[in-house]
């Protein structure tokens, strides 16, 4: 060995920052063989030696260095005989980018001897010890004469503790120095196999450790795209840092740059590896540089093809014979660059695929995309396949290309919007504004991007090109101020753009660009076409959103001449009528009235919004016939996947909320309703977030959480400011869109806030008009019965009376439905103090907390006169309650059953410190968290059901566990970033 390898060093090891230790991934099955040798050696005190080959960059040092840890974890004294010196430092730690700490290997602290004689006595003052492990990694760079004298050494050994660890790389199997270790095997070596490329597992986690939080899809897919090189995953990792190309957000490190294009999209973009990082380029060049040329060539006519190709287009592509084919195909495959299915091959990444695409210059690829679309169209005549080729070398002279591009989106549109409107841009920057396909292309782009979700970029695309038409001023009727807007060639693509403001809920823009459509054909059924939905579909959407009483008046018309309107126009009539039929207490005229209207196959995808089967699933949830209601969500979500609709998931999304929430499942309900949320954030589609955000208030109201559903009706508060005084006091008038629901859930919240007496004025047009009334009864069957308790406890009679007669007006006209009865006899129940409608109520009930509450005002009803009925009573709806989530509602029966002298137990027994937060109980927790928010002794034993005094014990313990004195220091703990929250208080309503 050279001196430098075996020179000891002398200057002392430089203080590191705080390090977090990085473990080896993938290297499982090496470690336990490696361990196991170890073990023989110091059980049987017998020596042997381990040789590894493996390729350059496979991750050799590494394992090296954490069996150097694990022998001096197992005792060993180890010796470092290594050329490269890899274990004094040379790889610098590396920043987290989640957390600003350091990272690095466990590296052991081995001695390094300073010749062959210091290598002898250190192994002999290691052996008075215990084991020895002497490690020789990269045993291809040693001294050819030394190495000699190391394996003599070794072979003289075998007898003693002593394990060798040699490791060269694969490359170098062949030199003087590899010859010399193969030799080693007649002496009973153990050979380990040579390390296997990472999984994409492994991968995934050595990137999470490097960086200090997941990686996102696309900064996994970059690592994923490497061979599974260890080298390379850490070298892309710190290269991605130092080019600033990562950002987090929450505990994910994602890519600076837009999204990754995939699939179709990315197959059609002009230049879909734009945006690699340099550094990953760099990588794949070198990657792609360790292949034959021959190789590299194939697979750059491959690339033009697309990111999956056949054999036969590769070989018809690149003028080969099949059999010419198989050695590069086969490389690529080994190299795990391509990647083999029962049909066609593959980049094993798209990010693969880009780097490859990236290396043909620009003129060439273009120049192979033609060769690839005449050959598509010559041999299959599939334009849609050949389009993908056009968009990148067609020019806007080219008229039958842009056809050909043109006829292809429109074919994709009704199955695969995203893929439709990616063609249709490429397609429409090729176009001139002058020629006819230029506002075709822009008419599919729009309605495809609408039917994708994508609804800001549908609106930037209409408006831009509708400019573009302003501007040139060609309208047959000649240039007008206003032409884009009145040209009937304008038409479909105003629809859309009409559709998409619809759905963004900006309604007041929509006018203007209804006037002039083109004319319409005769009456069909289905959804809209590529054309887009009629201007009558259109303005009936638009009424219902700005004016209600023009809206059912317009919908009227259209039902008195039902044959002469399209389906979907009759549709949203019926709809319409429906809804005001609903809120007047007509429940069965209104399911009559949906029913009536034809449900294609493909109902609940169309986008917009008088759809039939959503209304009914809507008032289906509403009746509690949750069976019927889930089958027709189930369509609608069968529909939405089948036509591709995106853009309709937040509908889905709040039906399946609230039919959990109806059933009890609150957790589901909540999970639904924040998936609902976002993805009406990603397609900006505001049409079903009041619904959603309602669900979250309710769930919190539910669970007794006052605080969260404070919070959530804040956000609701935000999105859509509301004023209770603005509901309908006309009784003739129809609905405010969400006014009742929101009516209720405020009321619940203030009750919950300040008691009955202020819930009673958000309740102020219900309680002055009998429309508001009808509506708030129609909205949720539990309403009545607590709008009964509420009036009662507030000392209004008269409206508990009015609310009940409501009611039972309503179940009168709709016998049909045991929930709607329920509802009625709940409300007289209540009343009246009448016990047997209470029980037949209760049977009725289909909603499970309808139910409980029903069970525990059967309780309230038998306390005075019958104890043990009363405790019976209590104790079935506390098991209800618990069963639903509902804390507050069991705390308020805890409560009642006290009163009665019945005390149930609702805690655990928890080991706890005896000071600090973690200390708190969660009775306590839950004071403390109430008390900083400024609330009395009193006001929180409301919140709790308890009594003020069992408020002031805990506050005492509260004090005394957080050594503080006053409410002002309590608040200043419970606000600080630093606390540890184990668990939410129960804010209870």
Same mark, same amino acid.
């Given at each position: 060995?050279n ?81 490269t ?57 040693a ?21 060798w ?26 050979w ?44 892309l ?126 003129l ?13 169209l ?57 020629q ?21 970029? =549908?609106?930037?695309?209409?408006e831009?090109?509708l ?24 038409w ?23 006037r ?16 887009g ?13 700005t ?40 429940l ?6 949906l ?40 369509t ?17 999304h ?7 929430f ?44 006052l605080?969260?559903?404070l ?73 009545? =019965?607590?709008?009964?308790r509420?009036?009662l ?6 409206f ?15 016998p ?6 329920a509802a ?12 047997a ?10 909603d499970?907390?309808g ?18 009925g ?12 618990d ?16 009163r ?23 009775a ?5 968290h109430?008390v ?5 002794n ?6 709790l059901f ?44």
């Open positions: 060995m001196a430098k390898t075996l020179e000891k060093p002398d200057d002392p090891a430089v203080p590191l920052p705080r390090i977090v230790v990085r473990p080896l991934r993938g290297r499982d099955g090496h470690l336990e063989q490696i361990r196991a040798a170890l073990l023989t050696t110091a059980e049987g005190r017998q020596g042997g030696i381990t040789l590894l080959e493996s390729p350059a960059g496979s991750g050799k040092t590494r394992l090296l260095q954490e069996s150097g840890t694990l022998a001096e974890a197992l005792g060993y004294t180890v010796l470092d005989c290594s050329t010196g890899a274990w004094r430092g040379d790889e610098t730690p590396s920043t987290l980018l989640a957390t600003g700490r350091a990272v690095t290997t466990r590296v052991p602290r081995p001695v390094r001897p300073t010749g062959p004689v210091q290598i002898q006595a250190q192994i002999d003052a290691g052996l008075r010890r215990g084991p020895v492990l002497v490690v020789v990694d990269d045993a291809q760079w001294d050819p004469v030394q190495l000699r004298t190391l394996c003599g050494l070794a072979l003289k050994l075998v007898t003693v503790p002593v394990r660890l040699l490791s060269m790389r694969t490359e170098d199997a062949r030199s003087a120095n590899g010859l010399l270790l193969r030799n080693l095997t007649t002496h009973r070596a153990q380990l196999t040579p390390l296997a490329p990472l999984d994409d597992a492994s991968v995934a986690d050595l990137m999470g450790d490097l960086l200090g939080a997941r990686p996102s899809d696309d900064v996994r897919a970059l690592g994923e795209s490497l061979g599974g090189s260890p080298q390379a995953v850490v070298e990792v710190r290269g991605l840092a130092e080019e600033r190309c990562l950002r987090m957000g929450g505990d994910t490190v994602s890519l600076v740059a837009e999204p990754l294009a995939s699939g179709f999209t990315s197959a059609v973009a002009a230049d879909p590896g734009a945006h690699l990082p340099a550094t990953f380029q760099r990588l794949m060049r070198d990657r792609l540089d360790r292949l034959a040329p021959g190789t590299q060539r194939l697979l750059q006519v491959a690339a033009v093809l697309g990111p999956s190709f056949l054999p036969r287009d590769l070989a018809d592509m690149a003028d080969e014979r099949p059999v010419q084919l198989l050695g590069p195909l086969q490389e690529s495959l080994a190299a795990g660059v391509l990647t083999s299915g029962p049909e066609e091959f593959a980049f094993h990444r798209e990010a693969i695929w880009y780097a490859v695409l990236g290396t043909v210059p620009p060439m690829r273009s120049l192979l995309h033609r060769q690839a679309a005449n050959m598509i010559d041999r299959l005549g599939d334009g849609t396949a050949a389009a993908v080729h056009l968009v990148h070398c067609a020019h806007a002279d080219d008229a039958q290309a842009i056809a050909t591009i043109q006829a292809a989106a429109e074919r994709l549109l009704p199955l695969a919007p995203q893929a439709a409107s990616a063609l249709a841009l490429r397609g429409l920057d090729i176009t001139r504004p002058a006819p396909a230029y506002l075709a292309l822009a008419t599919t782009a729009t309605a495809a991007l609408v039917r994708s979700g994508t609804l800001h970029r =549908a609106v930037e695309v209409a831009r090109v400019a573009v038409h302003q501007r040139a001023g060609d309208a047959p009727s000649g240039p007008s101020p206003d032409c884009a807007y009145t040209d009937p060639r304008t479909p693509l105003r629809a859309w753009l009409a559709t998409a403001l619809l759905l963004r809920g900006d309604a007041s823009a929509v006018p203007r660009l209804l002039n459509p083109a004319p319409q054909g005769p009456a069909t059924t289905g959804a809209p076409g590529p054309d939905p009629s201007p009558l579909l259109l303005r009936l959407t638009v009424l219902s959103h004016d209600e009483r023009a809206a059912l008046a317009a919908a009227d018309e259209v039902l008195r001449a039902e044959e002469d309107h399209q389906e979907d126009e009759r549709a949203a009539a019926r709809t319409i009528r429906a809804t005001a039929l609903w809120s007047r207490g007509r069965d005229e209104s399911l009559a009235l029913e009536r209207t034809e449900v294609p196959p493909e109902a609940g995808g169309g986008i917009w919004q008088g759809n039939a089967l959503w209304n009914r699933a809507w008032l289906l949830i509403k009746m509690r016939r949750l069976d019927e209601a889930a089958a027709a969500v189930d609608i979500r069968r529909s939405i996947d089948t036509r591709s609709n995106g853009v309709l998931d937040p509908v889905q709040a039906l399946r909320a609230w039919m959990c109806a059933r009890g499942e609150l957790a589901d309900a909540e999970a639904h309703a924040a998936a609902g949320l976002t993805a009406a954030a990603e397609a900006r589609m505001p049409l079903c977030e009041p619904h959603l955000r309602a669900v979250l208030v309710a769930v919190a109201l539910r669970r007794g959480d605080a969260e559903a919070e959530r009706q804040a956000q609701w508060d935000r999105g859509e400011p509301w004023d209770p005084s603005a509901g309908p006091v006309d009784p003739e008038a129809p609905p405010r869109p969400w006014w009742a629901l929101r009516c209720l859930l405020t009321a619940q919240v203030t009750a919950a806030r300040r008691g009955a007496e202020q819930a009673l004025e958000v309740l102020r047009d219900a309680r002055l008009h009998v429309g508001p009334r009808r509506q708030l009864t129609v909205e949720d069957p539990t309403a009545t =019965a607590w709008c009964v509420t009036a406890a507030a000392g209004d009679r008269e508990a009376v009015r609310m009940v007669e409501c009611a039972e007006e309503i179940a009168a006209a709709a049909g439905h045991p929930a709607v009865a009625a006899d709940h409300g007289r129940a209540l009343l009246d103090g009448n016990g409608l209470l029980s037949r109520a209760a049977e009725h009930y289909a499970p907390w139910a409980a509450s029903t069970t525990e005002d059967m309780g309230v009803l038998l306390g005075p006169e019958d104890r043990d009363a405790i019976g009573a209590f104790n079935r709806a506390m098991a209800r309650y069963a639903l989530g509902a804390k507050r509602d069991s705390a308020r029966v805890r409560r009642r059953l006290r009665l002298g019945v005390r149930r137990r609702h805690w655990n027994l928890v080991a706890r410190p005896q000071t600090g937060w973690d200390s708190l109980t969660g306590e927790e839950k004071v403390a109430l900083a928010r400024g609330l009395t009193r006001q929180v034993a409301g919140e308890i009594s003020p005094h069992t408020v002031s014990f805990h506050l005492r313990q509260i004090y005394r566990k957080l050594s503080i004195q006053s409410r002002v220091d309590l608040t200043r703990i419970v606000c600080a970033p630093v606390a540890q929250r184990d668990r939410a208080p129960f804010d209870g309503p």
